[in-house]
């Protein structure tokens, strides 16, 4: 079965920092990764996925993401952070097949102060 | 164009009631999942519908949890003998079918069981 691994569930930056949010996926068959983002009172909102070619996928916001096969991890970047990034991030996994139903980490808070 | 709702956005019930969700997805998107967030943890899978029908529904945690989507857009999630274990941010999410394209979420339903 997948599974999908938040190294740390808070993480605070000052803002204008760079921020890493880790993301590590198990899984015996190729994946589909995909970054939300929840604000608070908010649904998810897709900041990115990575589907198949390029190992570094864009998203909003300045988001970006890169795909490691051989680490399976699909870590989260932004070379500048704003107090308005603050909010809970959330990496996910699409199953195979079937449903195609998405398998979510336990989420990171990323706190950005001034 | 509007998004996923989901009603109500707050449900307080007493233990043992019966309780109804309601989501109504984007037009035209003929899936629509079902997940159930508790605190401090990412959303987990209960049920995918392709249509009206229930393609998936091995996240259902029990027989007390039923949803339906007689028409094929509208979906009701429905609790009998509500557990205050069951106190949770109940989750839509509809797409359009295949090619790995992106889950559109609501708001969700926040309930409590006293």
């Known amino acids: 079965a997948q599974s999908v691994t938040q190294l740390d569930s808070q993480v605070p930056v000052f803002e204008e920092a760079p921020v890493e949010l880790r993301c590590n996926y198990s899984?015996?068959?190729?994946?589909?990764l995909f970054w939300y983002v929840q604000y608070p009172n908010q649904g998810l909102q897709l900041l990115l996925k990575?589907?198949?070619?390029?190992?570094l996928v864009k998203g909003i916001n300045g988001f970006e993401a890169e795909f490691n096969k051989s680490q399976t991890s699909f870590h989260l970047r932004k070379p500048s952070v704003h107090i308005s990034d603050t909010a809970e991030y959330f990496c996910?996994?699409?199953?195979?097949?079937?449903?195609?139903?998405?398998?979510f980490g336990k989420g990171t808070k990323l706190t950005v102060n001034p | 164009g509007a998004g996923v709702s989901q009603t109500p956005s707050n449900k307080v019930t007493e233990k043992g009631k019966y309780v109804e969700l309601r989501c109504d997805p984007i037009?035209?998107?003929?899936?629509l999942y079902w997940y159930r967030q508790s605190l401090g943890q990412g959303p987990e899978f209960l049920i995918y519908?392709?249509?009206?029908?229930?393609?998936?529904d091995s996240g259902l945690p029990n027989d007390r949890f039923f949803a339906v989507r007689p028409e094929g857009s509208v979906s009701t999630l429905k609790i009998q003998r509500t557990e205050r274990g069951d106190s949770a941010v109940y989750l839509c999410?509809?797409?359009?079918?295949?090619?790995?394209?992106?889950?559109?979420f609501g708001p969700g339903t926040r309930l409590t069981v006293l």
């Open positions: 519908f392709q249509g009206t029908g229930a393609a998936d």
């Open positions: 037009s035209g998107h003929t899936a």
């Open positions: 990575y589907l198949s070619g390029s190992t």
């Open positions: 899984s015996s068959v190729s994946v589909y």
């Open positions: 996910a996994a699409e199953t195979q097949g079937g449903s195609e139903k998405l398998v």
């Open positions: 999410a509809s797409r359009v079918s295949g090619g790995h394209n992106e889950q559109f």
